[in-house]
C-alpha cells in the first residue's frame, strides 16, 4: 500500500484516482467531503491481511479533523478484518507522533511516522506489543536538503524568495523500518531500513 501526506493535493488530478484505489490512501483526518479513503486491508504476499491506516498530525499541517478524534473507530474498523495493523502518522511533531504511539500501544501492530524526511534512532517495541518509530526516513537522494538540491533550498532560506525546488540527486538510499509480528498482530520486532542504492 501507499500512504500519502500533507501533499496530497498538489496535483487535482489525483482526486478521481483516489476515488477507486484500494492501495493508495490519503489521510484519514482530511475533510470526510475529499475523495480517497484513509484506511485500507489488503493481503500480504503470504496472504496475511494487512490494514494500514494514514493520519495527519496537527502542528503546521492544519487537517480538517484532529487523528485523536477519529483513530479509535479506525482502529476499531481495521480489527473487525485483521489483527495486523499499521498506522502511518504524518506529521512535523515528534511529541505527536510519540504520543500516538503510546496511545496505541497494545491496539495496533506498528506507528511509523513519516513527513519530516530524516530517519530517527528509536525503533522499539513497546510494553503492550506495538511497534514504534517517530520517522521512518527518507527515500531519494541524501546529498540534498531533504531531497532537494541544497543550493536552491539554502537559497530560499537565506533570502525568503521564491525559489522553484529540485531534485538533488547523489547518495541515493532507501529508509524505512522493518517490523515483525505474530500471528496476533503483536510486534516482535522493529528495525530501521537503511539501503544505499548508488
Known amino acids: 500500500m501507499i500512504t500519502l501526506g500533507n501533499h496530497t493535493w498538489r496535483r487535482g488530478e489525483i482526486g478521481p ?14 475533510s470526510p467531503l475529499t475523495p480517497g479513503r484513509g484506511l485500507t ?9 494487512v490494514a ?5 498530525g496537527s502542528l503546521f499541517l492544519s487537517p480538517a479533523i ?4 477519529l483513530i ?6 481495521a480489527a473487525e478484518q485483521t489483527q495486523v495493523i499499521v498506522v502511518d502518522v504524518h506529521a512535523e511533531a515528534t511529541s505527536e507522533k510519540v504520543a500516538l504511539a503510546h496511545w496505541l500501544d497494545g491496539k ?6 513519516t513527513h519530516t524526511h530524516v530517519q530517527t534512532s528509536d525503533a522499539r517495541v513497546q510494553r503492550g506489543g506495538t511497534a514504534a518509530l517517530t520517522d521512518v526516513g527518507m527515500t531519494g537522494p541524501h546529498d540534498s536538503v531533504i531531497g532537494v538540491r541544497a543550493e536552491l533550498a ?22 524505512g523500518a522493518v517490523v515483525e509480528c505474530d500471528a496476533e498482530g503483536r510486534a ?7 539501503v544505499p542504492v548508488d
Not at 66 to 69: A, K, W
Not at 72 to 77: H, K, N
Open 17 to 30: 484516482y483516489l476515488q477507486t484505489s484500494e492501495q493508495v490512501i490519503r489521510p484519514a483526518n482530511f
Open 52 to 56: 494500514v491506516i494514514n493520519v495527519l
Open 154 to 175: 539554502i537559497e530560499r532560506m537565506r533570502t525568503a524568495m521564491p525559489v522553484r525546488f529540485h531534485p538533488a540527486d547523489g547518495g541515493v538510499r532507501i529508509e
Open 66 to 69: 484532529s487523528m485523536f478524534e
Open 41 to 49: 486491508v489488503r493481503p500480504a504476499a503470504d496472504g496475511t491481511l
Open 188 to 194: 516482535t520486532r522493529c528495525e530501521p531500513l537503511r
Open 108 to 113: 495496533v501492530t506498528a506507528v511509523l511516522g
Open 72 to 77: 479509535d473507530q479506525l482502529v476499531a474498523e
